[in-house]
């Protein structure tokens, strides 16, 4: 397997624990600096930004401080929806980070906080509410978001008002067909269904009304302090046709249940116990299932482990592990899949795994911890890092090279509504081997080149055309395709129209 390239890399004030969502060649994704950014996936240019709030920091300073966006967000149609630091959900332009709508889902200054990651089904969003860090508990719960009319809101809350706890710092899993919902909890302590006391739980609700049609309490042993379930559920089937959900507790142990009913199917010891998952035990990092197999990623194996870190692979119908993988960084964030290969974040850098043996593939050399997961996407690999970097990575084997080379690889215009157009951008088009004919296509009537074919090199003079357009943003690509086969380039192009200035009166 050859090595990954760095791409490009976008540096941020504070951490970053979001997951980059990736849309259209433009990555999404929040800091704990309170901005929501959208980046040109292929340049690592910044499009907009816009402030999204930051939690304030408990007055106990032994708390954890105040941080900005953990949420991962989604994308639909021209709007991206993402939890802000401040315990609101926001609806922003997805071309121009505009502000659509604002929606308060709990008190940030008492505390709490939206850990959770948007979940769109059913032209709805769903996502949990959850405390900062404990400290102090807030009551926890599920809003269901209708996006038709997202000033009303639905909550569940997961323990009675006036209480505090049983959280839900995870991402709610869907079960479209069967129109339910599942979140865990943490929070355990009490654990009483009568009372509606849903700390550190499975649950299943109805995805329209919210009502709990169902639940697995996390066994708690005496003495236990602070064992929850850590990790979002995983719903997947196996080749045999049976339902399940998967979930992984701070207790070190993945439960499988049975679907619908959450009635315990078996359980697998992934890593030592512990209360602080972050410190190499315990798992918060979601199942991963690529139709087959369960992957996990967890803490230390067990107490003689000389690694901090661990990713399983086991087969969901005879519950045998497969292989396991000592890592060097403890896996606090989800696994990805992609055909053949298993991409682990792990506190000490990124590592790629051979999927059927749990062999080390490549590393990144140890560089900088990740607390996410890794978003995999047009031939290449997005991460966020805790020293604050947004960043791509090249995948090896990513789809044939192309012979072209496009510099720079994106590009970004601006004009005002009824004014001149932008003066026209170049593209430098090279090959590995001159000459090359290449073609220039474009999917947006406002977007033009200066020519059709041509030969390598090249300096390729982009035009966008303004008249007739409405303020707002505008995206495009021009696709360059090289006459002798390979694959195409795709250059995005982005186009921002502001409105004309009134004149004053």
């Given at each position: 397997?050859?090595?990954?390239?760095?791409?490009?890399?976008?540096?941020?004030?504070?951490?970053?624990?979001?997951?980059?969502?990736?849309?259209?060649?433009?990555?999404?994704?929040?800091?704990?600096?309170?901005?929501?950014y959208?980046?040109?996936?292929?340049?690592?240019?910044v499009?907009?930004?816009?402030?999204?709030?930051?939690?304030?920091?408990?007055?106990?300073?032994?708390c954890?401080p105040?941080?900005?966006?953990?949420?991962?967000?989604?994308?639909s149609?021209?709007?991206?929806?993402?939890g802000g630091?401040?315990s609101?959900?926001?609806?922003?332009?997805?071309l121009?980070?505009?502000?659509?709508?604002?929606?308060?889902?709990?008190?940030?200054?008492?505390?709490?906080y939206?850990?959770?990651?948007?979940?769109?089904?059913?032209?709805a969003l769903?996502?949990?509410?959850?405390?900062?860090?404990d400290c102090?508990l807030?009551?926890?719960?599920?809003?269901r978001?209708?996006?038709?009319?997202?000033?009303?809101?639905?909550?569940?809350?997961?323990?009675?008002?006036g209480?505090?706890?049983?959280?839900?710092?995870?991402?709610?899993?869907?079960?479209?067909?069967?129109?339910?919902?599942y979140?865990?909890?943490g929070?355990a302590?009490?654990?009483?269904?009568?009372?509606?006391?849903?700390?550190?739980?499975?649950?299943?609700?109805?995805?329209?009304?919210?009502?709990?049609?169902?639940?697995?309490?996390?066994?708690?042993?005496?003495?236990?302090a602070?064992?929850?379930?850590?990790?979002?559920?995983?719903?997947f089937?196996?080749?045999?046709?049976r339902?399940?959900?998967?979930?992984?507790?701070?207790d070190?142990?993945?439960?499988?249940?049975?679907?619908?009913?959450?009635?315990?199917?078996?359980?697998?010891?992934?890593a030592?116990?512990?209360?602080s998952?972050?410190?190499?035990?315990?798992?918060?990092?979601t199942?991963?299932f690529?139709?087959?197999?369960?992957?996990?990623?967890?803490?230390?194996?067990d107490?003689?482990a000389?690694?901090?870190?661990?990713?399983?692979?086991?087969?969901?119908?005879t519950?045998?592990?497969?292989?396991?993988?000592?890592?060097?960084?403890i896996?606090?964030?989800?696994?990805?899949?992609?055909?053949?290969?298993?991409?682990?974040?792990?506190?000490?850098?990124?590592?790629?795994?051979?999927a059927g043996?749990?062999?080390?593939?490549?590393?990144?050399?140890?560089t900088i911890?990740?607390?996410?997961?890794?978003?995999?996407?047009?031939?290449?690999?997005?991460?966020?890092?805790?020293?604050?970097?947004?960043?791509?990575?090249?995948?090896?084997?990513?789809?044939a090279?192309?012979?072209?080379?496009?510099?720079?690889?994106?590009?970004?215009f601006?004009?005002?509504?009824g004014?001149?157009?932008?003066?026209?951008?170049?593209?430098?088009?090279?090959?590995?081997?001159?000459?090359?004919?290449f073609?220039?296509?474009?999917?947006?009537?406002?977007?033009?080149?200066?020519?059709?074919?041509?030969?390598?090199?090249?300096?390729?003079?982009?035009?966008?055309?303004?008249?007739?357009?409405?303020?707002?943003?505008?995206r495009?690509n021009?696709?360059?395709?090289?006459?002798?086969?390979?694959?195409?380039?795709?250059?995005?192009?982005?186009?921002?129209?502001?409105?004309?200035?009134?004149?004053?009166?």
């Open positions: 397997m050859r090595a990954l390239k760095p791409a490009w890399v976008f540096p941020t004030h504070l951490a970053v624990s979001a997951i980059p969502t990736v849309v259209d060649g433009v990555v999404y994704v929040g800091a704990w600096d309170g901005n929501f959208s980046i040109d996936a292929a340049t690592g240019n499009l907009w930004q816009t402030f999204v709030g930051m939690a304030p920091s408990p007055p106990d300073t032994t954890m105040g941080i900005g966006v953990s949420s991962q967000s989604v994308v149609g021209d709007t991206v929806y993402v630091g401040d609101a959900v926001y609806a922003l332009n997805r121009t980070g505009e502000t659509r709508w604002r929606l308060p889902l709990a008190d940030p200054q008492a505390g709490a939206l850990w959770s990651s948007m979940m769109l089904s059913g032209n769903y996502v949990g509410i959850a405390s900062l860090g102090p807030v009551q926890g719960g599920l809003a978001i209708p996006l038709d009319d997202p000033t009303h809101p639905l909550i569940r809350y997961t323990v009675p008002d209480s505090a706890g049983a959280s839900i710092w995870s991402t709610p899993a869907i079960d479209e067909q069967a129109g339910l919902v979140v865990t909890t929070n302590d009490s654990q009483d269904a009568g009372a509606g006391v849903w700390g550190s739980a499975l649950l299943v609700m109805d995805a329209a009304t919210l009502e709990i049609r169902g639940y697995f309490f996390l066994p708690i042993a005496p003495g236990d602070d064992v929850d379930f850590g990790s979002s559920p995983t719903l089937q196996t080749p045999n046709g339902q399940f959900v998967a979930a992984n507790g701070k070190g142990m993945m439960y499988v249940l049975t679907r619908p009913r959450l009635s315990l199917a078996w359980k697998f010891k992934l030592i116990d512990c209360i998952p972050e410190l190499g035990c315990g798992s918060v990092s199942p991963a690529d139709g087959r197999t369960l992957f996990s990623g967890a803490g230390q194996s107490l003689t000389s690694d901090p870190g661990s990713v399983y692979a086991i087969n969901p119908v519950q045998k592990q497969l292989w396991m993988y000592t890592a060097r960084g896996v606090v964030g989800p696994v990805t899949l992609t055909p053949g290969l298993v991409i682990v974040p792990t506190t000490k850098g990124l590592v790629i795994l051979d043996s749990g062999a080390e593939l490549w590393n990144d050399s140890d911890g990740l607390y996410s997961q890794v978003a995999a996407a047009n031939g290449a690999l997005y991460c966020t890092y805790v020293n604050g970097d947004i960043a791509a990575w090249g995948i090896p084997g990513g789809g090279d192309s012979v072209l080379t496009a510099t720079p690889g994106g590009l970004s601006e004009g005002v509504s004014g001149r157009a932008p003066a026209p951008q170049t593209i430098s088009v090279s090959s590995q081997a001159d000459p090359q004919t073609t220039v296509s474009s999917d947006s009537a406002w977007l033009t080149a200066g020519s059709a074919t041509a030969d390598t090199p090249f300096a390729l003079s982009v035009v966008v055309e303004i008249a007739g357009l409405a303020p707002g943003g505008y495009g021009l696709t360059l395709t090289p006459s002798s086969g390979g694959r195409p380039i795709v250059v995005p192009v982005s186009l921002r129209v502001t409105p004309a200035a009134r004149p004053d009166r």
